[in-house]
T-cell receptor, first 114, second 114 residues
Framework: DAGITQSPRHKVTETGTPVTLRCHQT?????MYWYRQDPGHGLRLIHY???????DKGEVSDGYSVSRSKTEDFLLTLESATSSQTSVYFC?????????????FGPGTRLTVL | AQTVTQSQPEMSVQEAETVTLSCTYD???????LFWYKQPPSRQMILVIR??????QNATENRFSVNFQKAAKSFSLKISDSQLGDTAMYFC???????????FGAGTRLTVKP
């Protein structure tokens, strides 16, 4: 399962509150990713990281920020949650060193913004 | 931007029969990867099979095989001897050789009937 955990697994929050989701990996992978999954859209990339303190935007980055202060942890923050950010969030790692190898996914976090 | 289209939102198949899921993609690149992921009700994203565009030979993994038609930009998944445990959402995904932006199709919900 590539040693990926996500926390929390479920969260309900209110509009306007900050939310941080955590992705933790145990196998020292360089590349980490955050996706969101919505009906009819498959998975869409939010942000990714290619090393400690090195991050870049994906297809749907507006309203999200990320941080990676340690190799094993990649945090996704919603500074002020909105109902449109209700989704299932997946973290992933790349199995290789270039970032273009197979991605393996964590178990997902279901976030509901009321 | 690359797009991935799965034209069959839902499909069903009888246990032990064969089913083919369709996927087409749009790109101007020559070097890329294609993937099929399975998402059972547990929500975990599981890699089924991977194809590298420069390889002419179709990838196979046990009961799963692909028909990769590069000129037609088509990447279908064939499941042989379908089993009840194959019931899941199946996502086709595309990734350029030179970047980290994996694009997913909207998915096909497959039901295997006893």
């Amino acid at each position: 399962d590539a040693g990926i955990t996500q926390s929390p697994r479920h969260k309900v929050t209110e509009t306007g509150t900050p939310v941080t989701l955590r992705c933790h990996q145990t196998e020292n992978h360089r590349y980490m990713y955050w996706y969101r999954q919505d009906p009819g859209h498959g998975l869409r990339l939010i942000h990714y990281s290619y090393g400690v303190k090195d991050t870049d935007k994906g297809e749907v980055s507006d309203g999200y920020s990320v941080s990676r202060s340690k190799t094993e942890d990649f945090l996704l923050t919603l500074e002020s949650a909105t109902s449109s950010q209700t989704s299932v969030y997946f973290c992933a790692i790349s199995s290789g060193t270039s970032g273009t190898d197979t991605q393996y996914f964590g178990p997902g976090t279901r976030l509901t913004v009321l | 931007a690359q797009t991935v289209t799965q034209s069959q939102p839902e499909m069903s198949v009888q246990e032990a029969e064969t089913v083919t899921l369709s996927c087409t993609y749009d790109t101007s690149e020559n070097n890329y990867y294609l993937f099929w992921y399975k998402q059972p009700p547990s929500r975990q994203m599981i890699l089924v099979i991977r194809q590298e565009a420069y390889k002419q030979q179709n990838a196979t993994e046990n009961r799963f095989s692909v028909n990769f038609q590069k000129a037609a930009k088509s990447f279908s998944l064939k499941i042989s001897d379908s089993q009840l445990g194959d019931t899941a959402m199946y996502f086709c995904a595309f990734m350029n050789y030179n970047n980290n932006d994996m694009r997913f199709g909207a998915g096909t919900r497959l039901t295997v009937k006893p």
